[in-house]
């Protein structure tokens, strides 16, 4: 009897994960042309941004296998629309002023990049040291779109 159940419910999870399929949100993945990038300090810096906030904060994503297979591509594609509506370092030339303070502080307070973003990503982890440069980069950015203003 207990058999029948769990086969009962393996099998409907699995028609469940394939008629998910035929929803299109998700799987249609882009990365609309860089137009402006900020002025990184230095290529080390501007490589550790690339390395632990670029698949989520930039048109430079590296869209995972799994981000085309409903229900991670679902969670995948709205993780990278708020990201970039936050902090785009691919629009940098645009009117809008991302805070590059905000993502430092962030940074610092060890809230990005994301916990479950690391468990697939483990490149994005930084050292202590590679944090605090990360940090200090994203500040100067932040005080140069400021026009030098304090800190």
Same mark, same amino acid.
């Given at each position: $009897?207990?058999?029948?159940?769990?086969?009962?419910? &393996?099998?409907?999870?699995?028609?469940?994960?394939?008629?998910?399929?035929?929803? +299109?949100?998700? #799987?249609?993945?882009?990365?609309? +042309?860089?137009?402006?990038?900020?002025?990184?300090?230095?290529?080390?810096?501007?490589?550790?941004?690339?390395?632990?906030?670029?698949?989520?904060?930039?048109?430079?994503?590296?869209?995972?296998?799994?981000?085309?297979?409903?229900?991670?591509?679902?969670?995948? =594609? $709205?993780?990278?629309? %708020?990201?970039?509506?936050?902090?785009? &370092?691919?629009?940098?030339? =645009?009117?809008? $002023?991302?805070?590059?303070? %905000?993502?430092? %502080?962030?940074?610092?307070?060890?809230? $990005?990049?994301?916990?479950?973003?690391?468990?697939?990503? +483990?490149?994005?982890?930084?050292?202590?040291?590679?944090?605090?440069?990360?940090?200090?980069?994203?500040?100067?950015?932040? #005080?140069?779109?400021?026009?030098?203003?304090?800190?």
């Amino acid at each position: $009897m207990a058999k029948r159940i769990v086969r009962r419910v &393996f099998v409907g999870a699995l028609v469940l994960l394939v008629l998910i399929q035929a929803i +299109p949100y998700g #799987r249609d993945h882009d990365n609309p +042309p860089v137009t402006g990038e900020p002025a990184w300090p230095s290529p080390r810096a501007r490589g550790l941004a690339k390395r632990a906030c670029f698949d989520c904060h930039s048109h430079e994503v590296v869209w995972p296998w799994y981000s085309h297979i409903a229900p991670m591509s679902w969670l995948v =594609r $709205m993780d990278v629309e %708020e990201a970039r509506e936050h902090l785009n &370092f691919s629009t940098w030339d =645009r009117p809008r $002023m991302y805070d590059a303070q %905000e993502a430092a %502080e962030e940074v610092e307070e060890g809230a $990005m990049p994301l916990p479950r973003y690391l468990w697939n990503h +483990p490149e994005a982890r930084l050292s202590a040291e590679e944090k605090a440069e990360l940090v200090a980069a994203l500040k100067t950015i932040a #005080r140069d779109r400021r026009g030098g203003e304090g800190d």
